[in-house]
């Protein structure tokens, strides 16, 4: 689960490239945004669905970040939990456990959305697709060539020139969707917010 929340937060960084540099061809948007957008922050809205369809949970938060490796992805509601990574190591926090556990950022890398975050070409690890459009969103998919990948498909979903939405499927058939408001791409973000400090009394797992 965790290692599936570390893939989230890094596809979600990917995202918000893509947003900065967002054309009419969302494909295109996904090739360039690498040379074009370098730190953003954005709100969103997030449902998560079993397998079976049956189930929904609902969270939302917040999350800036800024290349290469660096970003704070913060749950609200209904639970706080907040996900930094620093450049070398990627922290995740429970507030209601009150306890911390850490892994080295490039363990997390691979076929996953952070290997976009390290610079890899994008068509080496995945292989994109344009989707049918709905509801006014234009779709486009990236799928995983590693068959290990924790993903088995991310989709980003752009209004216009506006990215609008993203989701993922995990390796369970889980589905999660995000919901993007107030995205701002290549704007300055403190570097103290990709800084973890451990609260007073907490646990701490390093892995």
């Not at 449902?47 to 660096?70: A, H, I, Q």
């Not at 980003?156 to 995990?170: C, H, N, P, Q, T």
């Not at 058939?173 to 408001?181: E, V």
Request: net charge neutral; proline share 4%; hydrophobic share 45%.
């Amino acid at each position: 689960m965790k290692h599936f929340l570390i893939a989230l937060a890094l596809a979600l960084a990917l995202a918000l490239c893509a947003a900065g540099v967002a054309h009419a061809d969302a494909v295109d948007a996904l090739r360039d945004f690498a040379h074009d957008v370098k730190s953003g922050k954005a709100n969103f809205t997030q449902t998560v669905t079993s397998p079976d369809g049956k189930r929904k949970k609902l969270s939302s938060g917040s999350f800036e970040f800024e290349r290469p490796n660096r970003f704070r992805f913060a749950y609200a509601k209904p639970f706080e939990q907040t996900i930094v990574a620093d450049g070398q190591k990627v922290w995740i926090y429970d507030a209601d456990l009150n306890q911390a556990s850490s892994r080295k950022l490039a363990d997390a890398l691979g076929a996953t959305p952070a290997a976009l975050l390290a610079g890899a070409n994008i068509e080496h690890d995945f292989t994109l697709k344009a989707q049918p459009s709905e509801g006014g969103v234009d779709w486009v998919q990236a799928a995983p060539k590693q068959a290990e990948s924790t993903i088995q498909s991310l989709k980003l979903g752009f209004r216009g020139k506006e990215l609008a939405a993203m989701e993922i499927v995990d390796g369970f058939g889980q589905r999660s969707r995000l919901d993007f408001s107030a995205v701002q791409a290549n704007v300055p973000v403190s570097a103290e917010r990709f800084q973890f400090k451990l609260p007073a009394g907490a646990d701490l797992i390093e892995q």
